[in-house]
């Protein structure tokens, strides 16, 4: 989510530090603040606009250009000369909503209109105010992509897409962040919570559906909250959850992560449920989609399950003639061989790829070597990704590979970016059967994931990525 915010520059003196609590705060709750001066703001400006334009009016192009990429705009008012007129009209006009701050007045009494919300705050309750604002600005981001869903929901009967069977870890991501990690049996206070779906597949398959197609998800949640929380996650989403199975016994499976102000981290897995798929509910799988006549035009699925069903439902697929995709995540070092042979496509990133050969990959070239070795290893088609450096390709049959550099972007948050690539990847495939277009449009996909927050957030739509403007 991004904030525009904005105080008086007169006021800086006395309220400057209100000023960096409340950006403080907001980054806190997990938003991306752009205010005046940011840097990755000044790319708006071009050699002709430093040129033409004086530098009040280049900080006034500055103010319209951060407003209208904002999903909502914060003012501190405290001072009194601070014309408020200015940033809040322009938020109105873009239709953005609009928290005006004061320790002195609430200006909500002074000015009525739906998108205005105005609030007098002390230091004490400012975060308070804060969250909620933003717990109503997320409910109208996530209706307002509803309502283009629905918008371009097939009619009754029509079928939507590529049917896409996605296979891998559902899991609930639980986020917070400490002054500092804690050592041994030492106890801190943290800041804040928040709890998303997580897992690769669980990524993949909103990407897949955002990009048009029928995701299905097949996986195991525990009989928890968790488990029904994301499942209507999903179903917001439009993933198909009639496969996604329930174990009585074990718990959601989660993911709990703890940052500090430096951006270190550490992670506690727990795969509780995920562990728990086998090869008989493979069998059942296959059962109800024969018995509901679900054609399946393609699978997808990642290393997260216990590898030996990994294999075993790569190599059903493969037998019914069905493409099979293969994301070789989280890392292994040891792995069935017979996964290489049956999918279709085999798509590791750097440390997946040097795990999986012992060939160090840090760029293109020995990129290339790991994919030539994959295929003596018995692979067909491996695609390569490599962060900031794009994507390698080395087609079956090919005795060298392709690299397809990356978009230029401001990164903002690298999470899940490979599953953006790897959902946009098959989507192209599966219409074109153009590797090349395939990949160009996968890269196009992961630059868009990284200049937004989150995991599952940051899956384009098609509309997204058509009025995506890399740097």
Request: glycine share 8%.
């Amino acid at each position: 989510m991004k904030i525009f915010f904005t105080g008086s520059f007169f006021g800086q003196k006395q309220y400057g530090k209100h000023y960096d609590r409340i950006v403080r705060i907001l980054e806190e709750l997990g938003a991306e603040v752009i205010r005046t001066g940011s840097e990755e703001y000044k790319s708006i400006y071009t050699e002709d606009d430093l040129r033409k334009f004086s530098k009040e009016e280049l900080h006034y192009r500055f103010i319209r250009e951060g407003i209208a990429r904002a999903d909502a705009v914060v003012v501190e008012a405290s001072q009194e000369d601070f014309r408020i007129g200015h940033e809040a009209t322009l938020a109105i006009i873009y239709k953005k909503p609009v928290l005006c701050l004061s320790v002195n007045e609430d200006y909500g009494k002074l000015v009525r209109h739906e998108a205005f919300r105005g609030e007098k705050y002390t230091l004490r309750d400012l975060k308070k105010i804060l969250t909620d604002f933003l717990h109503e600005v997320s409910k109208t981001v996530r209706s307002t992509r509803k309502a283009k869903f629905q918008k371009s929901r097939p009619s009754s009967g029509e079928r939507r897409g590529k049917s896409i069977l996605v296979f891998g870890s559902i899991n609930a991501d639980l986020f917070t962040s400490v002054d500092k990690i804690p050592r041994e049996n030492e106890v801190v206070v943290a800041k804040g919570l928040k709890v998303t779906p997580g897992g690769k597949a669980t990524n993949a398959a909103i990407g897949l559906s955002r990009l048009g197609e029928q995701a299905i998800m097949f996986g195991k949640v525990g009989n928890d909250d968790f488990g029904y929380n994301i499942k209507q996650v999903f179903e917001q989403e439009r993933v198909e959850t009639d496969y996604i199975l329930t174990d009585p016994f074990m718990p959601t499976g989660s993911v709990i992560v703890m940052t500090n102000e430096r951006g270190e981290n550490t992670l506690t897995v727990n795969e509780d449920a995920n562990t728990r798929l086998t090869k008989e509910e493979v069998d059942g799988l296959l059962r109800k989609l024969k018995r509901k006549k679900v054609a399946i035009d393609a699978f997808f699925s990642t290393f997260e399950p216990p590898m030996e069903v990994v294999a075993y439902a790569v190599e059903k697929f493969h037998t019914l003639r069905v493409p099979v995709f293969v994301d070789a995540a989280p890392t292994k070092t040891k792995f069935p061989k017979s996964i290489l042979a049956n999918a279709d496509f085999i798509s590791p990133n750097q440390q997946e790829a040097t795990a999986m050969t012992g060939v160090t990959v840090i760029g293109p070239q020995s990129a290339e070597k790991a994919a030539l070795r994959l295929q003596r290893m018995g692979a067909n088609t491996v695609v390569i990704t490599l962060a900031e450096q794009g994507a390698l390709l080395l087609e079956k049959g090919s005795r060298a590979g392709e690299h397809f550099p990356a978009l230029q972007v401001k990164q903002i948050d690298t999470t899940a970016s490979g599953d953006a690539f790897r959902a946009a990847f098959i989507v192209r495939y599966l219409h074109t059967g153009d590797l090349r277009e395939s990949i160009r449009f996968a890269n196009r996909a992961g630059g868009y994931a990284v200049t937004r927050l989150g995991a599952y957030e940051s899956m384009p739509t098609w509309e997204e990525l058509e009025v995506f403007s890399p740097s």
